[in-house]
């Protein structure tokens, strides 16, 4: 029986921010993480930002807020940030085919990164928890992240896995670190629980979840509307683009520098003018208030770091301060949201195509971008000015703490799961088909050009091999609280020993359509995920069935018969072995996975209802052109 955890932390890795949440379980409150280094004694936020800075020596320098100090910069190297991007080995391939310089030249840098980054934050939420709650060496703690809905590769989930682990997430004997939500799905339950609107069973909503490279879209029903112990139904895959705040960033530092380049002759007085000011603590508040009253302005003004005499008509400065238009800001937002708009429109067109007896209700907007009052003003106008067909009266809403909804909402769901048996999330849409090779009877009508091969034990019967029986098929819904269940039977001989009850089951996966799904290995779309090596040495060998008892129709030989669960979770499985009804563990670890290389690297193609295409997501670079760059040229200090 699983054991209850003394805390449960929800960590949400973004691509600019990080946030930290925690529950003791002793009371129904979500704490949030506000202390961290480089902020002012009596300064509080709720994220740190994602960067960090090496010193010569290589290790850590700065991290987190103190990136933001610019004392000793040159001496301390440069400020990484917008790594978590670079673990996709697709990212890292079309950085180098775009011709970027400026980025991690392979995963392997941006694991480092991301390791180094992530054990600093596992310390300061060890220091910070147990300030509050005593040590937790000997307590039983669960972290559990989100993960983009971008990412849809089994491979960059494992390589996640192990960068949490060797940041320190779940290396005490009796913590324990896991990929539960994707942060759609941690929004969905953060909003049902914390909204101040009456929700009714059979309500459809549409979370977007817009943060600072990523923006997720999932559909989500009521299946039950109680608050507190709320249960959601996803109603379609959630989907990921590759729109989010820092696209807005390097907008404006674009917009800076054609401003620069008109006047070349003052470059010398204004070097890496754009890049500082699209970094700046004043741009950012100019972004964050954008669209509120206090933000209402014809005309910002942002301070520049030189003489505050200086003046430049040409550019807009005046003692020392650069002016922007109200349009130009807007100008920012305004392809960002129409490109938000328009993933919306297909996340509706889906809804019209598949249940068009239903209707959207709410879009709730959460995460940095989508805290944006611009953005939900905008959203809220577009929709009530040409509403679509699945949502004629959308109420469109901001999460109560966008950028806290992600983390709260992974602790919300796991301590609902704790206390009452059930996750929120009750259900949930199966991204891709997972299947298991096995072998049929040969039925030459049906297994044309198909390998076959004759059974060892029953003369003249032969078998038609490698191939598959989908489990999981593309669409299906998925209970979250349960585990899909394949049977399986492996003959023996007696006598042999034990080390003939290793059996390896090789699990398929595929992004065909359901309808479509191929039969046999043979047939395009079918890539091998794992092998999962099944057992069963410690068990005697008068625990098995014995067959053909009389050996005078074939040879005597024992049927194992032991089931695999697997529990899916949103790009991921995990996998159980049980024997005569019980979960096995013996003296020996009973499951052990080898992934497959080729089919743990598959990704869907773009989904119809708004997925990530080869090129919907911008890369970042770190510094401009004339800034040093660390990767890869055999500087003293970096990763």
């Known amino acids: 029986m699983e054991q209850t955890p003394d805390l449960v932390v929800g960590i949400d890795f973004g691509m600019t921010y990080t946030g930290v949440a925690w529950t003791n379980l002793l009371t129904p409150e979500t704490f949030v993480i506000k ?33 933001d100090t610019q004392d000793d910069f040159e001496e301390q190297g440069q400020v990484f940030e917008w790594f978590k991007i670079y673990l996709d080995q697709t990212n890292v391939d079309r950085a180098k085919r775009h011709g970027l310089t ?80 994707t942060e759609a799905e941690a929004v969905a339950v953060y909003t049902v629980k914390t909204a101040q609107i009456r929700f009714q069973k059979g309500d459809i909503f549409l979370v977007c979840d817009a943060g600072g490279g990523t923006t997720d879209l999932g559909l989500v029903e009521i299946a039950q509307a109680n608050p507190d112990v709320p249960v959601l139904r996803q109603v379609a895959a ?59 302005q014809a005309t910002f003004y942002l301070p520049i770091d030189i003489n505050r005499d200086f003046n430049h008509p040409g550019l807009g400065i005046a003692r020392g301060r650069m002016a922007f238009s109200k349009n130009e800001i807007q100008g920012l937002f305004d392809p960002q949201i129409n490109q938000i708009i328009a993933r919306i429109n297909k996340q509706f067109n889906w809804m019209q195509e598949n249940r068009s007896a239903e209707v959207v209700k709410y879009m709730v907007l959460s995460g940095g971008l989508g805290g944006s009052e611009y953005v939900r003003s905008q959203v809220e106008q577009r929709y009530k000015t040409n509403p679509h067909m ?14 806290l909804a992600v983390a709260k909402g992974l602790v919300m769901d796991r301590r609902q799961k704790l206390v009452t048996g059930a996750s929120a999330l009750k259900t949930r849409i199966a991204r891709a088909s997972y299947g298991v090779l096995c072998r049929e009877p040969y039925d030459p009508n049906v297994h044309v050009g198909e390998e076959v091969e004759f059974d060892q034990y029953i003369k003249g019967k032969r078998w038609a091999i490698n191939q ?41 996966i595929s992004h065909n359509d359901r309808a479509s799904l191929p039969r046999g290995l043979r047939q395009a779309g079918a890539k091998k995920l794992c092998v999962i090596k099944s057992d069963l040495r410690a068990v005697e060998e ?18 194992a018969k032991f089931q695999i669960k697997v529990m899916v979770a949103p790009a991921d499985l995990k996998f159980e072995l049980w024997f005569k009804g019980t979960k096995y563990s013996r003296s020996h670890d009973p499951v052990t996975i080898q992934w497959d290389p080729a089919g743990a690297n598959e990704k869907p193609p773009e989904q119809h209802m708004g997925g990530l295409g080869e090129d919907d997501m911008e890369l970042p670079s770190y510094r401009p052109a004339s800034r040093m760059n660390n990767w890869g040229n055999g500087q003293q200090y970096g990763p």
Not at 56 to 64: L, S
Not at 170 to 176: A, F, K, W, Y
Not at 246 to 273: C, M, S, W
């Open 35 to 67: 202390d961290w280094p480089g902020l002012g004694q009596d300064a509080h936020e709720t994220k740190v930002p994602s960067k960090i800075i090496y010193a010569r020596n290589q290790a850590v320098g700065k991290w987190g807020f103190l990136c």
């Open 468 to 508: 598959i029986e989908w489990f999981i098929r593309k669409g299906d819904v998925i209970d979250t609280d349960w585990a899909l269940e394949r049977r399986f039977e492996r003959k023996l001989k007696p006598g042999v020993g034990s080390n003939n009850r290793i059996w390896e089951s090789t699990v398929i």
């Open 390 to 403: 699945s949502a004629p009266n959308l109420y469109v809403f901001k999460s109560q703490e966008p950028r």
């Open 238 to 296: 959630v989907q990921g683009v590759g729109i989010g705040s820092t696209v807005i960033d390097r907008a404006f530092q674009a917009l800076v520098q054609r401003k620069i380049d008109q006047y070349p002759d003052v470059g010398h007085l204004l070097e890496n003018l754009a890049f500082t000011l699209s970094r700046s603590q004043s741009f950012r508040s100019i972004k964050h208030n954008f669209g509120t009253a206090a933000g209402d």
């Open 102 to 181: 400026d980025t991690p030249s392979s995963v392997q840098e941006a694991k480092k990164l991301t390791t180094d980054y992530l054990r600093e934050v596992y310390n300061q939420t060890k220091r910070v928890i147990e300030m509050m709650s005593g040590p937790w060496t000997n307590k039983r703690v669960e972290f559990i992240f989100s993960m983009p809905t971008t990412w849809t590769s089994q491979a960059i989930l494992n390589e996640f896995k192990a960068v949490i682990r060797d940041a320190g997430f779940g290396s005490e004997q009796t913590h324990t670190a896991k990929l539960e939500l």
């Open 542 to 559: 008068n625990e098995f069935e014995v067959k053909n008892k009389h050996c005078w129709q074939g040879r005597r030989y024992y049927l």
